[in-house]
Structure formats: C-alpha cells, structure tokens
C-alpha cells in the first residue's frame, strides 16, 4: 500500500467524515439502483458510532475509510465497509476488512456476514475473491440484497 495508514475506533468527531465518506462511495450506485439511495447514505453514524464497534482508516490528519461492525451471538455482522471513489485502489478496504477479521475472532467468533446490493457487483467480486461465499438472495425493505458469510 505505501501509505502511512492508521486504524482506529471512530469517535463522534469522525461522524461528519463518515457521513462524507458514505456519500462519496455509495453515490455512484444511486442510477444503477434506479434513484434509491442506499442503506449506507442513510445510517445515523453518530448513532452507529455509540452503538457499534465503529474504525477508520487515518492516513495522515485524513478519515478515508471507515468499518462498522456488530457482534452477534453466531458470530460479526460487518454492516458497513467504504472507502471514497478518490481512494480505491490503495488497499484501504483489503485493510479494513481484513481488520473485520482480527475483530471477530477477538470476540471469540468464528464467522463474518454481510449484505450488498445486487447492483453492487464490484464489491461481490472482491468478497469472493477474499473467500466469502454467497449464502442467499432476498429482498428486504425494498433492496435486493446478496448476503455472504465467511467461515474463520
């Protein structure tokens, strides 16, 4: 990667850099998903700070990417990974996902699921090429989502 990166617990200062961050990295999806905005746009992130275990990616005074992720009883749900067009390519979401990892099994879990749109095809491929494996299709609050679990 090369870059002096940092991760670390998001604070309630990081909130208006994750709001920017969702918005940056989940815009280019609003047309492909015919107008609706997705999920992530929407998050409270003050709330999702408070109720989650909330990291971002620092490199140098900058907040470029961000995890949210929440332990369940069977294992982590990561709710929501993203990093801002202008950043792709670095290696920042490799680092927080395999962070995700580190996370879970610090929780004594064993298992990481999450959900993408099924317009979200880039992100599908990357989840399959890290060894996440498609568990099923459904359509939920008027997204048809892709869920994926991993075995660690």
Known sequence: MGLPLTLRRAAT???PALQRIAEAAYSPY???MGGLRPGPMETDYAGAVEDSEAWVA???DE??????????ANGMLLENVAVPPAHHGRGLGRALLSLAEERTLAHDLHRIRLYTHETMVENQALYERIGYVETHRATEHGFTRVFYEKQL
Do not use: S
Not at 63 to 72: D, Y
């Open 13 to 15: 200062d990081d909130v």
């Open 30 to 32: 609003v047309a492909r």
């Open 58 to 60: 620092q490199v140098d």
């Open 63 to 72: 907040v470029v990417g961000f995890l949210l992720l929440v332990p369940e």
